[in-house]
């Protein structure tokens, strides 16, 4: 009986490690797509990508290769879709944001920038810096910003008390709250859209938007592939999506793809 | 009087009744009066010539009228047709208080032949009930031309297939005409639709009416001004002044017959008779408005003969000559060349593709920018384009750009052509890192490189492991922790600090108390050790005294003198001493009190008894009388006198 166990554990170790050595690394998966994608292989290529989404290696570079792959393809929809997670995983990346405005600009229609900041100037600016940077950097900028102007404030305190000079600390110590507080404007604003919107993509060529779940509603407008627009709601594999514009009706499930952030 | 006479005399009377007479009774041709509405119906002049317009008007007239009034449809005419129309104006008028408003339609009519000519009833709805005008009645005569309603009639209208100068003894002074310089143009071959005005007579202004559509052409104007285009035409005698009043190039690109439809203007002149009248050629004359139409133009358009087509064939119709010129000879590799394509000449170019640069292996190209350039001028179109090719050489040595044809059809001849460029050769040196060099580029260099790299930029490659994304650290615990420290930090220190204050103060005066019952109990215990010998009861039970009460008056910070039994018991309520302590100690108190007039010594059972009774009661206030009870601090000793 003993004998038997030990036998049996270790084959189990023999035989998970050598499971371990077959089975390809997400890396050598990865490499592996862009080869195909090289070799004009588009759909092989995104079929790799994909799988390594579904595994959870769903980090920028991936979504941004898989955007690519798709274009190639012929797919606009999935193509802006996948560089929109792209960009709202990794901001700063210029070749991300280049891809994506390429790709807007193939899509139909307009995107007029995102609903309900037309008219603030201010928070368009805000907008637009929160834009470049990833959240957490802007968290970063908040703690760091913070953390300086707090001990700014002490060594201002102490030398003012033992009757040294304290305007250097004290300026250093204005500038980092000025910093800290555009950082928490912008995370403020990212985490709002982050936690208050769910965000998606026109999948289609064409979709027709009809006035409710169901298609014996009459059509509202026409969208096409690449349109961002909001989900506002979903029944019965319908989803209610707002455009930029103000528009709102309803298209099936599988004609938008949502922009799935972690 | 004879009765010739009477007659001769009564006349004029009979002839002012007769005119009176007409002028009360007589209405319009024409009109109806209903429910407050007058609707008539009237035509500028019941006798015109064949080549007259003619206006009709129907006016509905009222105290008030609807807001909307629809524009009547004219019935089927007799020996008229519509020319153009229908023009709406309204008038109001308030006069006495009496308001009218009255709403004018009207079509200028043009007619068919000589002879008689009818206008049916016309019916016109107003506020929802429906009017009938009478029928109207007009006779076309060659004779009555120029004689109609006011000035006389100017000129007529061309006939379709007649010149001007057959006209001429008509009578017509203005005409209008539709010219195309090649009634049988090639598919793809621009040719030149005119129109033009020939006058005898003075014209003051000259006004599109109806312009045909002209489906199925490609149509650009080309911008004339009809007092630069005058010039002097006799035909058959007959001089006339030729104006150009439109001059439209047209391009048909499929085959067939088409017919380019009449043209219509509206002509202000100086009526004919005018001309000859020295006072009126001296103060302008009266001027009328005319309407002219053109006739119908046929063009056959000829398709492109299929023999004899270059593969090459770009879809050009014209005659072009060919440019291609590089903007260097010399380049490194990754260095952007311009290549500009430049086809020149007199034609179409719309639809032509670009000119093919050959295979090009050992160049990266991008799709050629077009620029394109037409003048219209004459009739004439010159058309100029040009692709600019950028070309990025891949491989240093001597690089050949093969040569550029460029196939055409010549309209003139009939026949395709075939022109060429030779080909261009480069020298392509190693480029660093395949920069272009600064300053090199003459009519396309980098710049453009740039505008047209409108691509997807490369993949990402896997240079570091793959990962998942993380939830944003603004959702971690840690964040908001981190967050707050700073915000808290001041607080906690200031509490900090406080606190810190508070219990060093409380820890000096437990420290002075043990340190003041530790002297009293040593002396005391000096006292005890030495056995009685020369040590008196009362300075042992002072001490014992004293070690409890110092101890007491260091812990609560007040004067020992000030200490009274009352005081010393509600002091130890206040400070939550335990009932048993506090009894213990008062009696202790009270012993020593009373042990210190024994006649014996300090040395026996009762001095150790007292010893350790005070030792323990020491350290019973140690662990007890800690913080005082809130509220309940006794007023100071000192204030309340000595104890008793």
């Not at chain 2, 047709?81 to 408003?101: K, L």
Request: charged letters at 25%; one cysteine or more; hydrophobic letters at 45%.
């Amino acid at each position: 009986m003993r004998t038997a166990l030990v036998v049996l554990l270790v084959g189990g170790v023999i035989s998970s490690v050598a499971m371990a050595e077959t089975a390809p690394q997400p890396e050598e998966e990865f490499r592996r797509a862009v080869a195909a994608c090289d070799a004009g292989k588009y759909a092989e290529a995104g079929e790799g990508f994909r799988k390594l989404l579904a595994e959870g290696y769903d980090e920028a570079r991936v979504h941004y290769n898989l955007s690519c792959a798709l274009f190639r393809a012929g797919d606009l929809g999935g193509a802006i879709l996948h560089a929109e997670t792209a960009s709202s995983l990794d901001p700063g990346d210029l070749d991300t944001r280049a891809n994506l405005e390429f790709l807007r600009s193939r899509a139909v229609d307009r995107d007029s920038g995102p609903a309900g900041f037309s008219n603030e100037a201010v928070v368009r600016i805000v907008d637009r810096f929160a834009r470049l940077l990833p959240p957490n950097a802007l968290a970063a900028g908040v703690l760091g910003g913070e953390w300086i102007a707090a001990l700014c404030v002490f060594l201002a305190l102490r030398r003012s008390r033992r009757g040294q000079s304290a305007r250097p600390a004290w300026i250093t110590g204005a500038c980092a709250v000025l910093i800290a507080l555009v950082a928490a404007s912008g995370l403020g604003l990212v985490a709002w859209r982050r936690e208050s919107f769910q965000e998606a993509v026109v999948l289609p060529e064409k979709a027709d938007a009809l006035a409710g779940p169901g298609s014996g509603h009459p059509v509202l407008f026409s969208v096409h592939a690449g349109l961002k627009v909001r989900v506002e709601g979903v029944r019965e594999g319908w989803m209610q999506v707002r455009l930029p514009s103000g528009l709102s009706g309803w298209l099936q499930q599988d004609e938008v793809g949502k922009i799935v952030l972690p | 009087m004879s009765a010739s006479g009477r007659a001769m005399r009564i006349a004029p009377f009979l002839a002012v009744a007769a005119s009176a007479g007409a002028v009360l009774f007589a209405l319009p041709a024409g009109a109806v009066l209903a429910a407050g509405f007058e609707v008539t119906a009237s035509v500028s002049s019941n006798m015109i010539g064949p080549e007259d317009a003619v206006t009709l008007t129907v006016s509905v007239s009222g105290g008030s009228l609807p807001r909307q009034i629809a524009v009547p449809d004219l019935p089927a005419m007799i020996n008229l047709r519509q020319g153009s129309g229908a023009s709406t104006s309204s008038s109001f008028r308030w006069v006495n208080g009496e308001t009218s408003a009255t709403r004018l339609f009207s079509w200028a009519l043009l007619p068919l032949q000589e002879g008689r000519a009818e206008i049916p009833p016309i019916e016109v709805n107003v506020g929802g009930e429906s009017f009938r005008t009478e029928p109207i009645v007009l006779q076309v005569s060659a004779t009555a031309s120029g004689q109609s309603g006011g000035p006389p009639e100017p000129g007529r209208r061309s006939p379709p297939g007649s010149g001007p100068g057959q006209q001429a003894g008509r009578g017509a002074s203005v005409l209008v005409r539709a010219e195309v310089d090649n009634p049988h143009p090639w598919a793809g071959e621009p040719f030149v639709l005119t129109w033009k005005l020939l006058t005898r007579t003075s014209v003051a202004r000259v006004a599109p009416d109806r312009l045909p559509a002209m489906e199925g052409f490609l149509v650009e104007d080309e911008p004339v001004e009809p007092s630069e285009t005058r010039r002097r035409v006799v035909e058959n005698g007959v001089a006339w002044d030729e104006y150009v009043l439109g001059r439209k190039i047209l391009t048909a690109h499929q085959p067939g017959r088409r017919v380019i439809a009449p043209a219509a203007f509206r002509i202000t002149a100086r009526a004919e008779s005018d001309n000859w009248d020295p006072f009126n050629r001296l103060f302008g004359g009266s001027l009328r408005e005319i309407a002219r139409e053109t006739e119908a133009v046929a063009v056959d358009v000829r398709p492109l003969p299929a023999a004899g087509q270059p593969p090459e064939f770009s879809g050009a119709v014209g005659q072009f000559t060919l440019r291609v010129a590089a903007d260097r000879s010399e380049a490194a590799t990754g260095e952007a060349v311009g290549l500009r394509v430049t086809v020149e000449g007199e034609g179409d170019l719309r639809t032509a593709s670009a000119p093919a640069i050959g295979p090009l292996a050992d160049f990266r190209s991008w799709e050629p920018k077009l620029e394109e350039k037409t003048t219209l001028e004459g009739g004439k179109r010159r058309v100029r384009r040009i692709w600019s090719h950028v070309l990025v050489p891949l491989a240093p040595g001597r690089q050949e750009l093969p040569g550029v044809r460029f196939a055409y059809f010549d309209p003139k001849e009939g026949a395709y052509r075939v022109v060429s460029a030779q080909p261009i050769v480069l020298t392509v040196r190693r480029g660093e890192g395949g920069a272009a060099e600064p300053g090199g580029a003459v009519a396309v260099g980098q710049q453009e490189v740039r505008a047209m790299r409108q691509e997807l930029r490369a993949l990402k490659a896997a240079d570091t492991p793959l990962r998942s994304a993380s939830p944003p650290f603004y959702r971690s615990r840690w964040w908001w922790g981190l967050l707050a420290v700073p915000l808290l930090a001041p607080m906690a220190a200031f509490g900090w600090s406080a606190l810190r204050a508070g219990g060093a103060a409380e820890r000096n005066r437990r420290r002075r108390a043990r340190a003041a019952s530790g002297r009293r109990l040593k002396a005391a215990s000096l006292l005890l050790g030495s056995g009685g010998a020369g040590a008196s009861s009362d300075a042992f039970h002072d001490e014992l005294v004293g070690a409890i009460i110092e101890n007491l008056a260091e812990r609560w910070d007040v004067s020992p003198s000030g200490l009274s039994y009352e005081r010393l018991e509600e002091g130890l309520v206040a400070r939550g001493v335990a009932e048993p302590t506090r009894r213990r100690i008062l009696a202790a108190l009270e012993t020593f009190d009373g042990a210190r007039f024994a006649p014996a010594g300090p040395g026996g059972q009762d001095g150790q008894r007292h010893m350790a009774e005070a030792r323990s009661l020491v350290e019973a206030l140690d662990r007890e009388s800690g913080n005082p009870v809130a509220g309940k601090r006794p007023a100071s000793p000192r204030a309340a006198g000595g104890r008793g």
